[in-house]
C-alpha cells in the first residue's frame, strides 16, 4: 500500500502562484500515473491534472489548463503542482492519488480510478 502526503497549500491572493508537492512511499512509484485532483466546500471532487508512469504524458482539466503544469521526479518519489494566475474559484482541498492500474497505457481522469489518496492540502484565494 502507498502511502501520500501532500504539502505546499496555503493562502494566497488572485493572480499568485503556490507549488504543491506529493510525496510518496511504500511501492514502485515509478511504475503509476499520478493524479492531482480537489474538493471545493460542497461540491464533488475534481479532477485537475494527472501524469504518466513516464512522466512523458500529461492532462489537464480545462478549468485548469494553460496555468498549473503536473511534473514528477521519480527519484525523489514525488509529483509536483505548479499553479499559476490562481483565481479565487481554485480554492479547495487538493489531493494527490496514485492510479490503480500499474502502467497503464493511457491517462485517466475518473477518481475512481485511482487507488490511494493523500489527505490533502488546503488552498486558499483571496480575491
Known amino acids: 500500500q502507498v502511502q501520500l502526503e501532500e504539502s505546499g497549500g496555503g493562502l494566497v491572493q488572485a493572480g499568485g502562484s503556490l507549488r504543491l508537492s506529493c510525496a510518496a512511499s511504500g511501492r514502485t512509484f515509478s511504475s503509476y500515473a499520478m493524479g492531482w485532483f480537489r474538493q471545493a466546500p460542497g461540491k464533488e471532487r475534481e479532477f485537475v491534472a494527472a501524469?504518466?508512469?513516464?512522466?512523458?504524458?500529461?492532462d489537464y482539466a480545462d478549468s485548469v489548463k494553460c496555468r498549473v503544469i503536473i511534473s514528477r521526479d521519480n527519484a525523489k518519489n514525488a509529483v509536483y503542482l505548479q499553479m499559476n494566475s490562481l483565481e479565487p474559484e481554485d480554492t479547495a482541498v487538493y489531493f494527490c492519488?496514485?492510479?490503480?492500474?500499474?502502467?497503464?497505457?493511457?491517462?485517466?481522469?475518473?477518481?475512481?480510478?485511482?487507488?490511494?489518496w493523500g489527505q490533502g492540502t488546503q488552498v486558499t484565494v483571496s480575491s
Open positions: 492519488a496514485v492510479d490503480g492500474e500499474v502502467r497503464r497505457p493511457f491517462l485517466v481522469r475518473r477518481w475512481a480510478d485511482f487507488g490511494s
Open positions: 501524469i504518466s508512469w513516464s512522466g512523458r504524458a500529461t
